[in-house]
């Protein structure tokens, strides 16, 4: 595991940024619809910058996109219905 | 049983080396399974507020002695219970109920000035917290104080009185419970004892006529609720890809497959959203 994070550290080292980034800009805000659209937009950049990881190292399939875009969806509906309820 | 939670939890042969839970279909039947228990959630909620619904517990007295014992640990001159303040608060919170927004300022330009003048408060120094989706005082004041901003409205000597409204109500659709605290000084604050004291006597009075409560009580608490089960879904699943990723790691197995570390981060930010937010929100 620590072997394949070394070989791919700015992959992960951008990756946590986004993710960190996306964190602050939808925590600092309090406009439900910016907050959303931060979270649809890291959604969207996680699931793309994986596939793209998986492209460029020549192993991606049909089965790795659909399980990128099911955990997007995962994680968004959680964040839809949270944010339902406060 | 066993051997039915390590076919969903554990790699191995038997669930082709990735854990069952992992698999699209099952990943597909969980979102499913979220989006239906979240419309339930919602209708019985509509339905049977009774059952399912905010649990609201917050007394402005216990606002007012919240925000003066961080008043008196910081060493400033405790706040004083204001009609009018309170007043203006009320009407803000049913401004935001009533045009749909979670502002300072209105859409229309309302600013919060406009609704303590036209409750008759004549300030020199004013400033407004705002809080949304906390459902006890101690919640919302701990949030204020954690953040620099409302911290040094809290704490600011400029001010003399404060109102407090909170209001159940819907925005966007959405049912949630709102906290206005409205600070004011109608003195410029060298004028002297005899201006503070001919207010301390004159809000002491008022104050006692001004406590109130908002309570409900719901059987459920809708919140507590959702935020739980969303809590414990992804907990469940930064776990199981954690341990997938160190069982296929140990056996050197080779997969084709999407990254766990992918999916663990970004799960680790939803949870994270979820620790925060689920508490409340404030501006």
């Known amino acids: ?86 | 049983m066993k051997d039915f939670l390590s076919h969903l939890f554990i790699p191995k042969e038997s669930n082709n080396h990735r854990a069952k839970i992992l698999h699209h279909t099952n990943l597909f039947l969980v979102i499913v399974f979220l989006l239906l228990a979240s419309f339930l959630i919602q209708r019985v909620r509509v339905s049977f507020p009774s059952v399912l619904g905010i649990k609201v517990n917050i007394s402005f007295e216990e606002l007012l002695s919240l925000t003066n014992k961080e008043r008196q640990e910081a060493g400033v001159d405790p706040l004083i219970i204001n009609e009018k303040l309170s007043e203006a608060a009320a009407k803000k919170a049913q401004d935001m109920f009533e045009y749909n927004y979670w502002a300072h300022n209105s859409p229309v330009g309302k600013t919060p000035w406009i609704f303590i003048k036209s409750s008759g408060y004549e300030y020199i120094y004013a400033g407004e917290n705002l809080a949304r989706g906390f459902t006890t005082a101690d919640g919302a004041i701990e949030a204020w104080m954690a953040s620099p901003d409302h911290r040094n409205n809290m704490l600011s000597s400029n001010y003399k009185d404060v109102g407090f409204a909170v209001k159940l109500g819907e925005i966007n659709g959405e049912e949630t419970v709102l906290i206005v605290q409205e600070l004011g000084n109608l003195q410029m604050p060298a004028d002297g004892d005899k201006a503070q004291e001919i207010a301390t006597a004159k809000n002491t009075d008022t104050f006692s006529r001004s406590v109130q409560a908002v309570r409900q009580q719901p059987l459920i608490n809708v919140s507590s609720l959702s935020s739980n089960i969303y809590f414990i879904f992804i907990l469940v699943f930064i776990l199981t890809f954690m341990l997938d990723m160190i069982i296929i790691e140990k056996k050197k197995i080779m997969r084709f497959v999407g990254h766990n570390i992918d999916h663990i981060l970004y799960l680790l930010l939803v949870l994270v959203l979820i620790g925060v937010w689920s508490r409340g929100v404030i501006i």
């Open chain 1, 1 to 86: 595991m620590l072997k394949r994070i070394s070989e791919h550290t700015i992959y992960y080292i951008s990756l946590i940024i986004i993710l960190s980034l996306g964190f602050l800009l939808a925590y600092s805000s309090s406009d439900r619809g910016f907050q959303i659209g931060v979270i649809v937009a890291i959604t969207f950049f996680y699931a793309l910058w994986g596939i793209m990881h998986h492209l460029i190292n020549h192993d991606l399939n049909v089965k790795i996109v659909i399980e990128y875009i099911l955990i997007g969806v995962f994680g968004l509906t959680i964040i839809f219905f949270l944010l339902s309820t406060i």
